[in-house]
């Protein structure tokens, strides 16, 4: 072990280096992506509802997949192209005629975009053992150390849904999508013909980082003990009930309080009235 001197940093003293292997970020990015006009694709069911209805309303969209590749970038060493595609799955309420209640179709979308991230070199080939008591030990194949991306998205918004007549849409159909999404819907039938086809519009808030394996020298301070006392009081549930805080913002969510700001053209109208 080194010899390695205390630190007072304060409220605890640092009393040693250790390294560790973790992961580090070598680039990220972030993106605000407006995606106009995709067009929803529904199977045998949900695309006759949407067929069928009078009014169509948009409920719910979310991720429900995300496929990610990298590659290197020639001529730019060090640097990849990171290919992503987006699965969205879109839920909406078809009326039939007017004050019914909705029926539900289920429709799915895709989003492709790329882009380039710094991931550093290096190309060493990783060996772990892995311990089994009842069985032999066999080698195993290695892994690599080429950068990862990682893909953090929340579900998008929806901005706008629009219905068109399917021969006058010129926006191809989806067909191909991951068996993982296909086994999880009931209706996977896909659709002989339709007369009405969906365009969304969605805004999607990401962030794309690019991730390698890599020891690092951190401080460390004495081993990190919980220093609360576990609560085990379930004997009596009406007691446990009482200890909770009444949940005053869910029946009065707060203001704006005394912000005054106001936006900048009003600003300007008030210097020129001013002047």
Request: charge should be negative.
């Amino acid at each position: 072990m080194p010899d390695n001197p205390i630190f007072d940093s304060g409220e605890r003293q640092i009393n040693d280096a250790i390294s560790i292997d973790t992961k580090r970020i070598y680039d990220s990015c972030v993106s605000k992506d407006c995606l106009e006009d995709l067009r929803v694709t529904f199977f045998n069911r949900s695309q006759r509802l949407i067929d069928d209805a009078v009014t169509i309303k948009c409920r719910d969209c979310e991720i429900v997949s995300v496929s990610i590749d990298v590659d290197e970038v020639p001529f730019n060493r060090g640097y990849y192209g990171v290919d992503i595609t987006f699965y969205f799955r879109l839920t909406f309420d078809t009326y039939s005629a007017p004050c019914t209640s909705p029926d539900t179709a289920i429709g799915f979308a895709q989003f492709c975009k790329k882009c380039i991230l710094y991931g550093s070199d290096g190309d060493v080939k990783v060996f772990t053992s892995s311990f089994t008591s009842e069985e032999l030990d066999c080698p195993e194949a290695p892994q690599y150390t080429n950068p990862i991306a990682k893909v953090q998205a929340v579900d998008p918004i929806v901005l706008s849904t629009d219905i068109v007549d399917a021969c006058e849409c010129s926006i191809p159909i989806c067909s191909s999508f991951p068996q993982s999404i296909l086994n999880n819907i009931s209706d996977s039938v896909p659709s002989a013909g339709s007369s009405r086809a969906v365009l969304v519009t969605l805004g999607l808030f990401s962030i794309v980082q690019m991730e390698r394996d890599v020891q690092v020298l951190v401080p460390a301070y004495a081993y990190s003990l919980p220093d609360r006392e576990c609560c085990c009081n379930t004997q009596n549930p009406c007691e446990t009930f009482q200890s909770i805080d009444f949940p005053i913002e869910e029946f009065f969510p707060p203001d704006r309080g005394n912000d005054d700001s106001q936006c900048g053209c009003d600003d300007n109208n008030n210097n020129s009235k001013d002047e």
